[in-house]
């Protein structure tokens, strides 16, 4: 039950990271200057360390390495999403050619097949009687 709750308490905060990314930049924008790419990191700690904090609050035994993960899955799902998608749809596009192709060779093999007729049972020997 724990490890499943910090792998969501971990996509929560990897969520909330674009949330909490504009209110952080102007919050800190005029004390330093942050490139975009530096406030996102920032942003994720952020949310990660206040994720912690309610897990320590509500005495839920953390794994730091798990809430990572969740975290990571948090801030790059669609981008996993999106990936698996279109691997489904290379995956489709394959199975309907090879099915397409596997069509027209069957095509060929069926009639020979059809024209074979099963043998023919071989008649039951004839019991001679001494009479």
């Not at 952080?24 to 004390?31: E, F, N, Q, V, Y």
């Amino acid at each position: 039950m724990s490890f499943i709750f910090n792998i969501l308490m971990g996509v929560i905060a990897g969520i909330g990271s674009r949330y909490v990314e504009k209110p952080l930049g102007a919050m800190i924008s005029d004390k330093i200057d942050l490139p975009e790419a530096d406030l996102r990191v920032l942003a994720f700690i952020v949310a990660l360390v206040a994720v912690s904090f309610l897990m320590v609050l509500g005495s839920v035994n953390g794994m730091p390495l798990v809430l990572l993960i969740g975290g990571a899955l948090g801030i790059f799902g669609s981008h996993v999403l999106k990936f698996g998608r279109e691997q489904k749809a290379a995956m489709m596009k394959k199975m309907e050619e090879r099915t397409a192709s596997a069509g027209n060779s069957t095509d060929e093999v069926e009639p020979k097949a059809a024209a074979k007729k099963p043998a023919a049972k071989k008649p039951a020997a004839k019991k001679k009687t001494d009479s």
